[in-house]
């Protein structure tokens, strides 16, 4: 049987590169050779043993590569061909898929659903760490890439930004509006500049490493708030004459991030959570108005999806985003154990890395 290079889950704290099986392809499926995929945040909850996955997982869910074989039954694609897919591979048979939330689509049981079932990748099934990668309900998830565009420059589409974005759809960011991002990793950083595409137009971006302030700056901040200098809260209300802000996006998944952004909300604002969360959260009773300011907290899974995909690669085709400096390291995948050290430590200004089978 031939086999692949993959990255796995071993223990907490232990992904090794290791060899496993080409995966066989179904009717539905396609097998596809990545060219470029990346680490994300999430993959490092998952070392740490904060997201608990099965042991021997092919870990990773941001795929750039080349159909190598497509399942018997898939139409409308063809080996050879340049394609994406989300994170999120939804099969639209679940209760919530047909509810439309795609991004919950799992079975449910006799004692509730299962949350994050659209998150297969790297969760419930191999992901794209490795030299191939099956793509279930191929036709539902696939995505091509236009011609003219490189892998790094459709790289964060998969997750990055369809989650960043996902910040401001959520938060309903209207023309006009007044929006603040705690943190400036990737996924703010899309944020920020998801926010500046819905029409805000005051954009206040809350961070500490300098990088990360200045790239907010290119994504569309026009403020940039340095929270290891004073309390952001108080900067924010000053710059808002102590009006508040339209929408918050938390892009941490901190206790810290997540009341700031609560905080901050004018009478009727929206707090759009887009962070991970290892503890409990504890809503403060003076900052949440004792349930009585008519606040929002919404919280989103990133949406996947083949016309999702395709939207996101249209805003970068036409210039109107660029996320390719977000890349900052480049590694090959023999190398993915040193890119872990690199990025789950935060060292020499990583944002994101590009691994290359």
């Known amino acids: 049987m031939a086999r692949m290079k993959a990255a796995i889950f071993v223990e907490p704290g232990r992904i090794v590169l290791d060899e496993k099986p080409i995966p066989d392809v179904g009717p539905l499926d396609a097998l596809v050779r990545i060219t470029t995929t990346t680490i994300c945040g999430t993959d490092v909850h998952i070392l740490k043993g904060e997201y608990p996955v099965a042991r021997g997982l092919t870990i990773g869910h941001e795929p750039v590569g080349i159909i190598e074989k497509l399942g018997s039954a898939v139409q409308g694609f063809a080996e050879g061909q340049r394609v994406i897919a989300g994170a999120i591979c939804t099969s639209g048979h679940s209760n919530a898929a047909l509810c439309g939330c795609h991004s919950q689509d799992g079975p449910g049981t006799p004692h509730g659903w299962k949350p994050l079932g659209g998150w297969r990748f790297g969760n419930t099934i191999d992901g794209t760490q490795a030299e191939y990668v099956l793509v279930p309900d191929a036709m539902a998830n696939l995505a091509a890439v236009p011609d003219g565009l490189s892998d790094e420059q459709v790289l964060m589409c998969p997750d990055i930004m369809s989650t960043g974005f996902s910040g401001a759809e959520s938060g309903a960011v209207r023309i006009g509006d007044t929006v603040a991002v705690f943190a400036q990793g990737p996924i703010g950083l899309c944020a920020t500049a ?11 971006a809350v961070d500490s490493v300098p990088a990360r302030m200045e790239m907010a700056r290119k994504m569309g901040a026009d403020h940039v708030i340095d929270f290891s200098r004073g309390d952001p809260v108080e900067e924010i209300m000053r710059l808002t004459a102590g009006r508040g802000v339209d929408v918050a996006i938390e892009a941490l998944g901190g206790q810290a991030t997540f009341e700031g952004a609560l905080r901050i909300l004018r009478p009727g604002g929206t707090l759009s959570s887009l962070g991970v969360y290892s503890d409990d959260l504890k809503i403060p009773l003076g900052a949440f108005h004792a349930g009585l300011g008519d ?6 899974l990133c949406p996947g999806g083949k016309e999702r995909m395709r939207r996101l690669m249209e805003v970068i085709a036409s210039g109107r985003v660029d996320t390719r400096p977000l890349v900052t390291h480049r590694f090959k995948l023999d190398d993915i154990e040193a890119a872990y050290d690199l990025f789950a430590n935060q060292r020499d200004g990583v944002l994101k890395v590009a691994i290359t089978p």
């Open 295 to 300: 606040h929002t907290i919404r919280t989103t």
């Open 194 to 204: 998801g926010a500046r595409l819905m029409g805000a137009t005051t954009i206040i």
